[in-house]
T-cell receptor, first 113, second 112 residues
């Protein structure tokens, strides 16, 4: 089955800096890659996703890049703010319609003011 | 509109007891997923419904776990003879079929 590795496990940045979180996946059939933000005690919230037919997608301060050849994808957050502090999870699935998600172990992002 | 809801938010039970966890998906979403999240880990897949039927139950850890979705909307996850290792947050997600999955707030299950 699919295996998703996520790095780093923790990331501390100063407010205004950029943050990058990287994930690799094992199943070359995977074609849908969402990112979730989870604040302490809250539900995971979908913040951005990318499908295998594009290499990059951007939404305001958040961007995701995908390299299918290398089987890795990354989350980029620019101009970080304290409210960006949370645990971020990457995930992968092989069917962008109906399919289960395989998650990474998460990255705890701490943005210091 | 209303998001995915789950009840109860917290459940404390004793080892060996039976528990039921409920999920109300977003109206109109045909797919419903159950995941389990342990502390410091990402959600792990348990079972997925397409309509009323379980399309994939390969994530259920053993036959003590069972889930139903009799009318294609609300789903109930049932755990028999609970064990301390079952303690976790049980998350439900629903999807309209475009890939995006929207999660509920979870039920925190504690087995004493």
């Amino acid at each position: 089955g699919e295996n998703v590795e996520q790095h780093p496990s923790t990331l501390s940045v100063q407010e205004g800096d950029s943050a990058v979180i990287k994930c690799t996946y094992s199943d070359s059939a995977s074609n849908y890659f969402p990112w979730y933000k989870q604040e302490l005690g809250k539900r995971p919230q979908l913040i951005i996703d990318i499908r295998s037919n594009v290499g990059e997608k951007k939404d305001q301060r958040i961007a995701v890049t995908l390299n299918k050849t290398a089987k890795h994808f990354s989350l980029h957050i620019t101009e970080t703010q304290p409210e960006d502090s949370a645990v971020y999870f990457c995930a992968a699935s092989w069917n962008s319609g109906y399919s289960t998600l395989t998650f990474g172990k998460g990255t705890m992002l701490l943005v210091s003011p | 509109g209303a998001g995915v809801s789950q009840t109860p938010s917290n459940k404390v039970t004793e080892k060996g007891k039976y528990v039921e966890l409920r999920c109300d998906p977003i109206s109109g979403h045909t797919a419903l997923y159950w995941y389990r999240q342990s502390l410091g880990q990402g959600p792990e897949f348990l079972i997925y419904f397409q309509g009323t039927g379980a399309a994939d139950d390969s994530g259920l850890p053993n036959d003590r776990f069972f889930a139903v979705r009799p009318e294609g909307s609300v789903s109930t996850l049932k755990i028999q003879r609970t064990e301390r290792g079952d303690s976790a947050v049980y998350l439900c997600a629903s999807s309209p079929g475009s890939g995006e999955q929207f999660f509920g707030p979870g039920t925190r299950l504690t087995v004493l």
